[in-house]
């Protein structure tokens, strides 16, 4: 897969299928499964003209959808400017190795700057040793711990 064939582009009404299938790609990766209505739910915030909610882009291989990545801008108390939280990032296992992770990265990165909001983070799998090869390369590694509220 050359790289110069892969085009970036925002999600859009007619990803819908297409969108759908990388992210529940990406979401068995973790184990998870979702409600159709999150789905529907998720691609309409993707959509939406609202500053505060979530913007997503597709990586593209011709017709084929073989990247995602999905952020959202907030404020931040001890950042005037806010904060850029990259929330998923996925691609395809064929399409993985040339580079369709760290143009996805990126493209976040491009966002966020032009915004005036240059600080970008994002959670990963500590065993999650593939992404964080390339995570090490272009991000720095943080001492924080994250802790989640019990389910009730």
């Known amino acids: 897969m050359d790289m110069e064939t892969i085009g970036l582009r925002p999600v859009a009404t007619g990803d819908r299928d297409a969108w759908g299938q990388l992210w529940r790609a990406y979401l068995d990766f973790y184990g998870t499964a979702l409600p159709d209505t ?10 939406s003209d609202d500053p505060a909610s979530f913007r997503g882009r597709l990586a593209w291989a011709g017709d084929r959808a073989v990247g995602l990545v999905h952020w959202v801008f907030h404020p931040h108390m001890w950042r005037p400017e806010g904060t850029c939280y990259l929330q998923d990032l996925y691609t395809a296992p064929e399409a993985r190795g040339h580079g369709v992770a760290r143009r996805l990265i990126e493209a976040v990165y491009a966002d966020a700057d032009a915004h005036g909001t240059p600080r ?28 989640d509220r019990p389910a009730a």
């Open 38 to 47: 999150t789905y529907d739910t998720a691609f309409d915030r993707l959509l």
């Open 120 to 147: 970008v983070y994002w959670l990963t799998q500590s065993h999650n040793h593939a992404a964080r090869r390339l995570y090490d390369r272009i991000g720095t590694l943080t001492d924080f711990i994250r802790y």
